[in-house]
């Protein structure tokens, strides 16, 4: 017996969208809500398209003749999406310094071997047969 397919309002698709427009997980929404992530993708892209008005609510869709797609920003979380470009700008920052360290140490580590002090002599690594 298939299931019956569930139906959620416009104003819970606007929010979720919000959210993930915030940076939220999209996983972690997808369990919150027991939907799957490709819908809220669906959702998200139906928004960027038209808006508010694209998200279907209860009903029958309108027919729409296609149009452009319009640059839409949600003002009210600019500052969340400004606070969470930051904080992965430092991420960013921080994995680069890292990235320098371990590219310097490989360096060190698989840079020449000290010569050995005169013919005859002792190699200044021991051999790793034994």
């Known amino acids: 017996m298939p299931?019956?397919?569930r139906i959620f309002s416009r104003d819970l698709k606007l929010?979720?969208?919000r959210r993930m427009l915030a940076g939220e997980n999209v996983s972690a929404l997808a369990r919150?809500?027991?939907?799957r992530r490709e819908?809220?993708?669906?959702?998200r892209e139906r928004f960027r398209a038209g808006g508010?008005?694209?998200?279907r609510g209860r009903?029958?869709?309108?027919?729409v003749v296609a149009t452009a797609p319009a640059a839409v920003a949600v003002p009210d979380d600019l500052a969340s999406a400004q606070r969470r470009m930051a904080e992965l700008e430092r991420k960013i920052g921080q994995q680069q310094l890292e990235l320098d360290f371990f590219q310097r140490a490989l360096r060190q580590v698989s840079g020449?071997?000290?010569p050995s002090d005169g013919p005859g002599a002792m190699p200044s690594t021991h051999s790793s047969k034994r």
């Not at 819908?39 to 959702?43: A, C, G, P, R």
């Not at 508010?52 to 998200?55: E, F, I, T």
């Not at 009903?59 to 027919?63: L, N």
């Open 3 to 5: 299931k019956k397919a």
């Open 15 to 17: 929010s979720v969208i």
């Open 32 to 35: 919150e809500l027991q939907v």
């Open 39 to 43: 819908d809220l993708y669906v959702w």
């Open 52 to 55: 508010a008005a694209a998200l």
């Open 59 to 63: 009903g029958r869709p309108p027919k």
């Open 112 to 114: 020449p071997r000290r």
